[in-house]
């Protein structure tokens, strides 16, 4: 009865203006008779049939009250947004027509029809066109405020119209935001159907679509579907000036009905355009479950997802150490905010088993279904990997049986601005967590490196590799022999290295940077046509870590097998046309973001390596390799390093750079020093001269 309701209003809202006013007219019309019939009900006590001369008066309200009504410009006022002003107007032109009503029927009177007729049925009509046109407000007033708002609303396509297009279609029946208009699906036997009153399109009629019907954004309802077919329906959208947004993965949806919330931008493996790197589960839980583990550098983008595959796997206890209050107090609410989530996600868990719960398993690793309910002490812990004193009474108190160093400087322009300070928290901090480590008998201690590190041109991948060298001269000098073999040695902390390259989504990387810059009308910004780079995400950074971290002896650089490098303006591209926009450029000058080369920055390389030497070895996982890498004997790197600690100690940019050229190989300065208190000083030295 409701939706008859609301159909006729919205066919009444359609309706051509005379049609319109001519309803009006005879509402009003029958208004006019049916007072004056219940006037005389009023007055005598029962209905009079309205013949002879009872009808008069209802001839004469005709006659007297439209023409008064359209006199007054009642039916010019638009109903929907009858106000106070349009009550005013009916208020005074009922009361024009009850002058000449009442003068004809009460002073002058007429036979056979009762006086007070006269005044009664004025009144009753002043009521009943009130009446109609507040109701005319109301009804169709909040119809067309409700059809004007939907119809401002971005209109949007759903692909996919299994399962997850539908509940997502239904999430967004009442959107604030977003209007769905379609489905599109490849499955040719739904072409041209309707489901729930929504037509389903074929997706390769998306440019005919686009012509009739104003689509800003498809959202992709695919969970399950394969990355090798995820990556044909992109490529056929992202000619389309269509922005691009997606559903979780099944595994986030296998129990639950989509939301609106559930919507997202596109994942950084869809702008990888390669499937994610499966880990593999029995590495992950290797070094970590039911360990005490603990993370360096624990608030930042890599510390932090480390911090979160590593509950995953269900330690005893996990240690967050990083020297940011504001970034340890955010990760350590996070972690809690999943520990307190354990029980729901163990229904959850539940819920899945009762169908097929096998993907979700592949996606948290079978052992972590159990793991994520395990008790887990977290412990934030505030310090500078440069304190040793700080970092021995950490973990001399809790003893780790796995330390991940993640902390480090990483911006290579902050860095080379500021080379002392890279130097002592990339090296020194290094060290001194390294030392401790062996002092207070961890067992297994991971480096997080960079393939920065390779051939460097700038004081940070020196540092990191410095860092490295730190690691494998250590792992050499605390060997002692193993049992199984009188030539094999086995260090007393299992020292290891995981160098990858960039890490789409972290702090400072080049995807978040994009997105803000597309956000507010660009330009994107470039420092070369040609710069290319690695790329991985940031759960398979993490998953990287801790795996390579269990397949260590002692002193190895694992690498990823991370394909070929990606061309940074093709990535700039691809977000700019996921993003439902164009480049602006030569060939497309109406194009709406441009992308402007700033030129490189100091320090930066055009392309980066992941090895230094050749032939690396195969490990236990097909992606990752075990690089050959040359280093110095610990007694000869020691001295150096305490050579290292006096420049440092003196604030010798110039001796510090030296060090590092002598001591990594293949380093080289790109030009001259730009450490920030260096240039001051020397334009000071050159003001007094």
Not at 23 to 32: G, P
């Amino acid at each position: 009865m409701i939706m008859n309701i609301g159909r006729l209003a919205a066919t009444a809202l359609t309706l051509p203006r005379p049609v319109k006013r001519g309803i009006v007219l005879v509402v009003d019309a029958s208004l006019c008779v049916l007072t004056v019939w219940l006037a005389y009900y009023l007055r005598l006590g029962y209905f009079v049939p309205l013949t002879g001369e009872a009808a008069l008066p209802a001839f004469v309200s005709v006659g007297v009250a439209l023409p008064t009504f359209i006199r007054s410009g009642l039916y010019r006022a638009i109903f929907r947004y009858s106000g106070l002003p349009a009550m005013m107007a009916v208020v005074r032109a009922l009361l024009v027509y009850g002058l000449v009503f009442s003068a004809v029927f009460t002073l002058y009177g007429v036979g056979g029809v009762p006086r007070t007729v006269g005044l009664i049925q004025p009144l009753l009509l002043l009521l009943f066109v009130g009446a109609t046109r507040a109701a005319a407000r109301i009804w169709l007033g909040s119809l067309y405020q409700r059809q004007h708002r939907r119809a401002s609303l971005s209109q949007v396509l759903i692909y996919g119209a299994g399962v997850a297009g539908r509940q997502l279609a239904s999430a967004m029946a009442n959107s604030p935001e977003m209007r769905v208009v379609g489905f599109l699906d490849d499955d040719d036997r739904l072409h041209g159907h309707v489901l729930n009153g929504l037509p389903i399109y074929n997706p390769a009629d998306l440019a005919e679509i686009l012509a009739e019907v104003s689509v800003t954004d498809v959202l992709l309802a695919l969970p399950s579907v394969s990355r090798q077919r995820r990556n044909e329906i992109l490529a056929d959208l992202s000619p389309h000036k269509v922005a691009l947004r997606t559903l979780p993965g099944l595994s986030d949806i296998a129990t639950g009905k989509v939301s609106l919330s559930d919507i997202r931008e596109l994942d950084i493996d869809d702008l990888l355009g390669r499937d994610a790197i499966r880990p593999n589960g029995l590495l992950l839980n290797l070094s970590t479950k039911g360990k005490t583990v603990m993370v360096t550098g624990a608030g930042g983008s890599i510390g932090s997802e480390l911090c979160r595959q590593v509950m995953r796997t269900g330690p005893r206890k996990l240690l967050l150490v990083d020297m940011s209050e504001f970034a340890l107090y955010k990760v350590h609410q996070e972690l809690q905010a999943l520990l307190s989530d354990a029980r729901a996600d163990r229904s959850r868990v539940t819920a899945v088993a009762e169908g097929d719960a096998s993907q979700f398993e592949e996606v948290l690793g079978t052992d972590a279904l159990e793991s994520r309910t395990a008790v887990i002490e977290i412990v934030p812990l505030l310090a500078s990997v440069c304190d040793q004193a700080r970092m021995s009474e950490i973990i001399g108190t809790w003893k780790p049986h796995t330390v991940y160093h993640a902390a480090a400087y990483k911006h290579v322009p902050i860095v080379e601005h500021n080379p002392v300070e890279g130097v002592r928290n990339n090296v020194w901090g290094t060290r001194i967590c390294a030392e401790v480590a062996i002092r207070h008998g961890v067992r297994n201690f991971v480096l997080i490196s960079t393939d920065k590190a390779v051939r460097p041109t700038n004081i940070m991948g020196a540092t990191k590799r410095l860092a490295e060298m730190v690691l494998q001269a250590l792992a050499a000098a605390h060997s002692v022999p193993a049992r199984l073999g009188s030539h094999s040695v086995l260090p007393l902390t299992c020292f290891s290295i995981v160098r990858f390259g960039n890490v789409l989504g972290s702090s400072g990387s080049v995807v978040p940077l994009f997105r803000e810059q597309i956000r507010n009308g660009g330009p994107i910004t470039l420092t070369h046509s040609e710069i290319t780079r690695y790329f991985m995400t940031i759960p398979e950074a993490a998953q990287l870590v801790i795996q390579a971290g269990a397949m260590a002896a002692g002193g190895e650089v694992f690498v990823l097998d991370m394909g070929q490098p990606v061309r940074i303006i093709d990535l700039a591209r691809r977000i700019v046309e996921l993003s439902g926009l164009t480049v602006k450029d030569e060939s497309r000058p109406d194009g709406d973001i441009e992308i402007t080369i700033t030129g490189l920055r100091p320090g930066e390389k055009l392309y980066e390596e992941l090895l230094i030497g050749e032939n690396p070895e195969p490990t236990q996982h097909p992606r990752i390799m075990k690089a050959q890498e040359q280093f110095l004997p610990w007694p000869h790197l020691h001295a150096r390093l305490d050579a290292l600690s006096a420049a440092l100690a003196q604030n010798d940019v110039l001796l510090v750079r030296a060090l590092l050229q002598e001591l990594v190989q293949g380093y080289q300065t790109t030009g001259a020093v730009v450490d920030w208190v260096h240039q001051a000083l020397e334009r000071e030295s050159l003001q007094v001269s």
